[in-house]
């Protein structure tokens, strides 16, 4: 009888434990979700809860997966991604989760690392205004870029010091054109070292449309409102700023 006893308060014990770690993981998940986007409290509660048991992981650096899920696209298992400077498939990455989901899409890095196991199609190019220019190509992990693109990098130590590589650039209408794309594509992470607005001068907004896009400002100031204004006059409005990515909606 006393073994038995012992027995049900330790799996009392355990049980508290196990319902105590739950309810931690889901308000720091939720406290996350608050911080970053201001999900509507019950789409809040509901992929903190998700999160919170491990049906669901968030990869990105600083919430753009939380906001395009959250706020712009919640419920959406079929939409198409396009990933630019997508990097590391799983570490920081703004669309490891959507595929999850089961959204389809584009990754573009001239030095992918970790796509095992992702389904998007991988394109090992460096995107810019047109296809067919030479460029030098600073090989220098996430702060890796065009060399004559790079902003407030160029001066970084490890930037300095980093393999400079020679590649031809490719538009990236020309990629989503070899990737049969959709014209309507939900999401674009566009992070690319201070070459996002040369991409994006060379995008054909006539022939797609956008969603939502998140894009790295890399805090240079000029080149932040030369996007805003390119990006107003394609019809896409500024919404939100999450650290160093300005999000952007369709109007």
């Known amino acids: 009888m006393r073994n038995s006893r012992l027995t049900q308060k330790l799996i009392l014990a355990l049980i508290l434990v196990l319902v105590g770690e739950v309810v931690w993981l889901f308000s720091r998940s939720f406290a996350r979700n608050q911080a970053c986007c201001a999900p509507p409290l019950a789409t ?22 939380r906001w ?9 298992t079929d939409g198409y991604f396009v990933d630019v400077g997508s990097a590391s498939g799983i570490a920081d990455s703004n669309t490891k989760v959507l595929e999850a989901l089961g959204w389809r899409g584009v990754c573009i890095d001239p030095f992918p ?18 296809s067919g220019q030479t460029v030098q ?3 220098a992990g996430f ?22 590589v020679e590649f031809q650039t490719t538009s990236l209408t020309d990629i989503l054109n070899r990737a049969n794309a959709p014209t309507y594509i939900h ?26 896009m998140t894009i ?3 805090f240079e100031e000029e080149k ?28």
């Not at 690392?113 to 047109?130: A, L, S, T």
């Not at 702060?143 to 400079?164: M, P, T, Y």
């Not at 690319?192 to 969603?211: M, N």
Request: proline share 1%; net charge negative; with cysteine.
């Open 187 to 212: 999401y674009l992470s566009l992070d690319i070292e201070g070459a996002e607005l040369e991409a994006l001068r060379g995008f054909d907004f006539s022939r797609y449309q956008v969603g939502a």
């Open 113 to 130: 690392r970790d796509m095992e196991g992702r389904h998007c199609q991988m394109f090992e190019k460096v995107v810019g205004r047109e």
């Open 137 to 139: 190509f600073r090989k």
């Open 143 to 164: 702060l890796g870029g065009i060399q004559d693109n790079l902003g407030r990098w160029k001066d970084d130590a490890a930037v300095q010091q980093a393999e400079l």
């Open 224 to 251: 932040r409102a030369q996007i805003r204004s390119l990006l107003e006059s394609k019809g896409y409005r500024l919404v939100h700023t999450i650290a160093q990515d300005d999000c952007y909606v369709l109007k």
């Open 44 to 65: 809040n509660a509901i992929f903190s809860a998700m999160e919170s048991i491990g049906v669901l992981q968030f990869y990105s650096q600083v919430g753009q997966d």
């Open 216 to 218: 790295d400002h890399n």
């Open 68 to 76: 395009i899920l959250q706020r712009v696209f919640p419920g959406v």
